[in-house]
């Protein structure tokens, strides 16, 4: 299994995730990732695991399934998946793809990720393509653009009350 840093510590479920590949058993892999899927949150995490596994035959229904998530814990492993170095299209798109369906769930994660050396073109486009915002690849100006953009997404926090610093959104007056 390959991890993107040879430190990562090992998550939930990501012991069960090398022995059911170890096995080779398209039912049972199956039947694991959509028992993943269904656990809902605690899943995401291994479910993105799944995505590290080299010659696993299923990582097109392991992307689709983790752009469905809303959960920023997707988005390494896509990222991942969005490896520039390797020229792989069919694997990069998908993952792409996804993220782009996580729109401004992934946003915050996607930004964090710029100075990947493997990813970040990609990670600028398709931070362009979710925000509209035309930063390129600088972090800071992404960070701090998002301190002020993420107080006009209620729907990224629990409880919209509690925003960062505790307050309100700005007021949107007009068409854009």
């Known amino acids: 299994l390959e991890k993107p840093e040879a430190a ?6 990501l012991l069960a995730v090398r022995r059911f590949h170890e096995l080779k058993d398209r039912k049972l892999a ?18 993105g695991q799944v995505l590290y596994i080299q010659d696993f035959g299923y990582h097109d229904h392991v992307i689709s399934l983790l752009a ?13 998946k969005m490896n520039r170095f390797k020229f792989e299209y069919r694997v990069q798109m998908p993952a792409h793809h996804a993220l782009l ?11 964090n990720h710029l100075d990947d050396k493997a990813a970040g073109i990609w990670i600028s486009w398709t931070l362009r393509k979710i925000t509209g915002n035309t930063a390129g690849t600088q972090k800071r100006k992404w960070h701090d653009w998002w301190k002020t953009e993420k107080l006009r997404h209620p729907e990224l926090f629990d ?11 700005p007021v949107v007056t007009g068409d854009k």
């Open 68 to 80: 469905t998530k809303r959960d920023s814990r997707a988005v390494p492993p896509l990222i991942h």
């Open 159 to 169: 409880d919209p009350e509690e925003r960062p610093g505790g307050s309100k959104p």
């Open 101 to 111: 369906q996580l729109g401004w769930y992934a946003v915050e994660e996607l930004i």
């Open 30 to 47: 199956l039947s694991i990732i959509d028992q993943l899927d269904a656990m809902g949150t605690p899943g995401v995490a291994a479910l």
């Open 8 to 13: 990562e510590p090992e998550r939930p479920f």
